[in-house]
Nanobody, 122 residues
Framework: QVQLVESGGGSVQAGGSLRLSCAAS????????MGWFRQAPGKEREWVAH????????DYADSVKGRFTISRDNAKNTLHLQMNSLVPEDTAMYYC???????????????WGQGTQVTVSS
């Protein structure tokens, strides 16, 4: 059974931090590449960051590079996104995703979580 459950969203002021978590079922997590997407009001969903299943490679969107850090705890089937120096433009619904990887740095996305809301005020 595929299950991805996000948590950790909330409201913060600009400059603040939040840490998102995504708890995954064994099937959704095992040997899957995982990542985060977001969707702001009136905009399309966009990729934020992803990590290979073995944690060997991470990639970030330019808009979050240097501020966000993706990590995974394989003992707990959990993916994290540490978000620092938040700006109002980071306001969005954040989604956890999992997929299969045909090669390093490439992920064929297959599964979505329900999302967690992040709101950054100026």
């Amino acid at each position: 059974q595929v299950q991805l459950v996000e948590s950790g969203g909330g409201s913060v002021q600009a400059g603040g931090s939040l840490r998102l978590s995504c708890a995954a079922s064994d099937y959704a997590y095992s040997k899957k590449c995982m990542g985060w997407f977001r969707q702001a009001p009136g905009k399309e969903r966009e990729w934020v960051a992803h990590m290979d299943f073995d944690g060997g490679r991470t990639d970030y969107a330019d808009s979050v590079k240097g501020r966000f850090t993706i990590s995974r705890d394989n003992a707990k089937n959990t993916l994290h996104l540490q978000m620092n120096s938040l700006v109002p433009e980071d306001t969005a619904m954040y989604y956890c995703r999992a997929g299969t990887s045909p090669g390093p740095g490439v992920c064929e996305w297959k599964y979505w979580g329900q999302g967690t809301q992040v709101t950054v005020s100026s």
